[in-house]
Structures are given as structure tokens and as C-alpha cells.
């Protein structure tokens, strides 16, 4: 019972991470590589802030989900959004900001590897985990607070796509662009308050790891990079309920080869999900066949 909660926990991580990948993806069609590193510079801010003025648990939170709303919505700005304009066509577009997000991705990572010297990095709050015992179970608080935001956010998200007007434009946009836009639906406004909730996300995400860890490393965003597109494949793009779930059943299999102390195989379990899923179901687990964003 004891892993079960370990995997709920970690589960979490990863669908905090991979919803803003996976709503951006899925609805803009951006594929937003410098998500890892929005991701770790949000803690990294954290961290800045909280070594001049010790914070308390929601001032630190935030911090980073503030730094990775402003972070997201800069890069889309200054970035993806020329990058569209330019290109002939979708196709050509997608490729460009598949590149660009690598290049934009280099410039926080580069700053928080120089002040840090690639050294791990935590916070200074005022904030301590307490434990709780709980039919034999342990749980901090830490624990408590990832698993409540992951369900939440995960279910919340994807209410609102299904039942506001907000995310049925999103869907629509995902669906056809162009005939979404002569419909009235203002894609620019929309992708960046898209962009601006997923980074915001990626921030939450950010700052809950590094209090569960006690530290994170500047190249933590990255390895969950390779996660999110495990968990966003397992799921079925464009569905966010498969986000949720592809998250949990990810954790749970890496929780799984812990327990039977195959550890080293711990990544190699996600790239295994990812070439059965390709196999088996392509379109993954809640996944259309159609080539349908939602």
C-alpha cells in the first residue's frame, strides 16, 4: 500500500508537468520544448527569492507559478508567435517551434547551471513537512498537497475544456485553425492565455518536486521532458482525462520496477510504454483514431 501511495505521488509530478504540454499540444498544436526548462526556472526563481526572504509554502508557490506563467507566455510572444506568422504553412511551422523551443529551452537552463554550477537547488522557507501515519501509511504533507493539486488540476482542466465556451473555442482551434478564426475565435489571445496556464503549471509542478525532493537539478526539467511525451502518448493526444490517467499508470509501472528492484529500468519503462502504445493503439488509450485535437 505503501508504493501505491509513492506512485500517486509521483503520478501527480507528472500530470502537473505534462498538462501544460499536453493542453498546448493538444489544442494549439504547439509542441513546446522548453516546457522542461520553464519548468526548473521557475523553482530556480523560487529559490532566488526565497535565499533573500524566507518565504512561507504559498509564497514560494507563487513565485514559481508566476515566473512560468510570464516565462510561457514571453516564449510565445517573442518566440512561437513570429515563428507562425513567418511560416507557409502549419507543417512547416510546427518543425520551426519544435527547433525554436530547443534554442529557447538553452538560455534558462545555461543561467541556472552558471549560478548553481550545476549543482542541485532547494528553497528557504519557513515551511516543514510534517508526517502522518495513516493505517500503517506514511504521508507528509508535501505528499498530501502534490496529490490534491494533481487531481484537481487534472479534473478541473478537464471539465473546463469540455464545458466552457473558452474551451470549446480551444477545441475548435485544435479541430481546424483557420475555420475556427472566421468563426470569430481570436487564436492569438487564446495562445497565449493557453501558453500563460502552462507555464503557470509547470511552475506549480517546479516548486511542489522541489519541496518534496528538498532539491531539484537544473537538468530535472528535461529528464521529465521524456515523461510527459510518455504519459501524453499513453493517454492519447488531445485527451485530458488520457492525460490523467496515462500520468498514473506511468508512475505506477516505474513505482512497479522499483519495488521488484529493477531500478536501472526505471526509464527504459517509459520509452517500453511508448513502443507498445505506437503498436497496439496508436491513437493511445482515450485517444481518437481521427486526426482530431479536442
Known sequence: MQDLLNAATLGSIYLLFALGMALVWGTIGILNFAHGATFMFSAFVGHL???ETELPFLGVIGVAVVTGAVISTLTQL???????????SQHHAEMRILIG??????????LAQRETRSSPFGFTSSYKAEV??????RLTTTSAVIIVAGLAMGIGLTLWLRRSRQGLALRAIGVDAETSSGMGVNRTALALGTMAVAGALAGLAGALLTFHLGAIAPE???QLIIKAFAVIVLGGL????????GAYVLASAETFVLYMNWGTWVDAVSFGLIFLILLARPQGLLGRKEVRRT
Open 132 to 137: 502522518f501515519e495513516i493505517l500503517g501509511l
Open 78 to 88: 517573442l518566440a512561437f508567435q513570429p515563428i507562425l506568422k513567418r511560416s507557409k
Open 220 to 222: 530535472t526539467g528535461d
Open 101 to 110: 523551443g530547443i534554442g529557447v529551452a538553452a538560455i534558462p537552463l545555461a
Open 238 to 245: 488531445g485527451s485530458m482525462l488520457g492525460t490523467v490517467i
Open 49 to 51: 527569492v526565497s535565499r
